[in-house]
């Protein structure tokens, strides 16, 4: 999406202010939030669990890679370079756990953020042997000496399997009138660039370094507005270098430690907690049946107009967040034709073919922090449920099925069916092992997004998580064989947010 021109507004008439003119479009999703989204999802699909970002800021991306996903390689081991400290103090504030990361909220995995104070044009060892090296919109910011020894630091020197770049691409900046590209009285976006380049001469920069240190590199970018020409490219454009020999990463780290000194002053460390409790495998499955007969999948029942019970209450559904305590579910049967007596009697259920009973996915069960937490990985999950005589496991497919019919899933109907708000009586559905959807878990809007340029704090809980899923779905378009994204129409609002751009 993007906001169009305001008429008849003044030309700005200093780089300062030139971005944030009113008669320019604006970007929706920011564009620093759409270059730090693009760069996370970058070093998910390549499996990076250690990833130095230079140039740090704020922690604008550190902040957001903080966030344990469910995928099967997190990140431990996040590190930042900045050279200003009174932005490492905010970095090192928006690093911090928060309160809803503490208590039954634990992660499952380590997570160490070191936060350095030096210069990019320095190596240093300790650096050496990570898995990704990221630089979003730095490069344009450093004066001709030092961005001369760039690439003889990170590739030369630090060697890792992969380094995102990032600058702005000057092409694009036709479509900001403020900036008056192609003329003798251009100014560039900020007034702290040193350079702008256009895609050929960023290409060349980055090829030479490639070509030189054994790197493959791939080219792409974010930010598009409707309409825009192609031709010009997007308006931030973004390198991808992966090293050609990866193997040798840890034989060059060994190397690097020996010959390298420290450049930089470690600044402060960050170290979350994690969540170290120890169960047998007995308590475990018995946790793992009970998710399993909140997430599972079930029909309407008839409405009861005594009870208030049916087809629009809700426990007719089941609910993820459920805890356990009083109000757990009965132990699995010994003897599998046991049956459980269940006052639950529904009188014909209605058939729903969208509803496939007996069986759930795997992944239903993995995103649910305390199953992550008891069983510390997917193969984990899979070998305790392989013990359980209650449900099998289809592995290729990835899913769990059960017989429906089973009594303990029917008690277990029962126990959930009690009134979920009652004085004096606890929900069955309260919530524990992750269940992000309480109001502790959200702040106020304000908090999670602040106007300006580059400008934000760290995001609240996982539904921010959902959030930026979902955005990236909506307003990342397919790159074209040319490797630069395409761009669709997005409704516009009636009272838009006042996001900034392009900066």
Known sequence: MYFPPT???ANSSTADSACDADDEPRFYPPLWQQRRNFARRILDENHATSVIDFGCGEAALISLLVWETTGDYPITHLAGVELLEDRLQLALEACQPQDFELG????????????YQGS???????????DALVCLEVVEHLDPPVLEKFWSVVLGTLKPNMVIVSTPNAEFNIYFPQLNYGKPDAIFRNDDHRFEWTRQ????WCNAAAGQYGYDVTYTGVGALPGYNPEVGLCTQFAILHAQTPSQALELANLGANTVGQSYRLFSRVEYPIYEEQHLDSEV????????ALVRPRLPEPFDEMEGTGYYNETSYGHAGGGHGDNSLPNPPDD??????????PDDPPSDPSIELGVISLEDLWVILGVRQRCKTRTGLIRILNQSSLVSIEQEAGLIRFDEDNSYWREADRLLE?????????SPRGTDDGDWSESSFYKDEKDNFEEGDEVERKPYGLAYQHYTDQEEQQFDAPPEESGWSTWHDSPVTEHPHNWYSPK
Request: proline share 7%; no cysteine.
């Open 418 to 426: 009690a009134p979920l708000y009652q004085d004096d009586e606890p």
């Open 104 to 115: 039954s909220n634990l992660r499952v995995n380590e997570l160490t953020i070191d936060l």
């Open 201 to 204: 001469e960023f290409q060349d």
């Open 285 to 292: 499955l018995q946790y793992l049946h009970e998710k399993i």
């Open 7 to 9: 008429a008849n507004s």
């Open 336 to 345: 599998p034709d046991n049956n459980i007596s269940s006052n639950i009697t």
């Open 120 to 130: 990019v044009d320095q190596p240093d060892h300790r650096f050496i042997g990570f």
